[in-house]
């Protein structure tokens, strides 16, 4: 009895070996062919990730465009400007006309109208003029080109009014304008 009993323990254990090995040959396929799986999916969702990021390709000869390449060929263009600039009395002071100014900077959105304005420093100017200066600028409709880059853009542009003589002699109030970025030739040219 106790042969048989000897046998039928080593005939269990060695069933119960190979069933775990069997078990375990199985559980490191599965795990094996699972993180295969993975891999080849990481690797897509990166690829198309990446793909995505980029965007399409550049054809080959275009030159890359950055920011300020594009705020440079979105330059607004003046429409009709209200019929005449704040003038500024420079009759009653003791200075030298010819060096007031005030400078403004203000952006123009992509219809063409001025969102904001603001000086952004000036020579002898009152409060009241300014506001004048500024009400003016914020009366100013330009043409901004028609493309998908400067229709979501603000466009910077700095103005300067000063006092000059006129024709006859007389003083008046000019306003002069630029806008921030320009193209000079082929390179972009900020102007403060």
Not at 18 to 41: C, G, K, Q, W
Not at 80 to 108: C, M
Not at 152 to 180: K, Y
Request: proline residues 5%.
């Amino acid at each position: 009895m106790s042969d048989s009993w000897d046998r039928a323990v080593v005939v269990r254990v060695t069933a119960c070996g190979l069933a775990i090995l069997v078990a375990v040959a199985m559980l490191t396929y599965l795990v094996h062919r699972r993180h295969v799986r993975l891999e080849s999916a990481e690797d897509s969702s990166v690829a198309s990730a990446l793909s995505e990021i980029a965007g399409p390709p550049e054809p080959a000869g275009r030159p890359h465009t950055n920011e300020n390449q594009i705020l440079a060929s979105c330059h607004p263009h003046l429409n009709a400007s209200p019929e005449s600039v704040p003038n500024i009395d420079v009759t009653e002071g003791h200075y030298n006309a010819a060096g007031i100014q005030l400078k403004v900077r203000f952006w123009v959105n992509g219809n063409g109208f001025v969102t904001q304005a603001f000086n952004t420093g000036a020579s002898v100017y009152t409060a009241e003029q300014t506001q004048d200066a500024l009400h003016y600028v914020k009366l100013l409709t330009f043409s901004v080109p028609n493309t998908p880059e400067c229709k979501v853009r603000l466009l910077e542009l700095i103005g300067n009014f000063f006092e000059a003589r006129d024709s006859s002699g007389e003083w008046v109030t000019l306003f002069e304008m630029h806008p921030r970025y320009s193209f000079d030739g082929t390179h972009v040219v900020q102007t403060r």
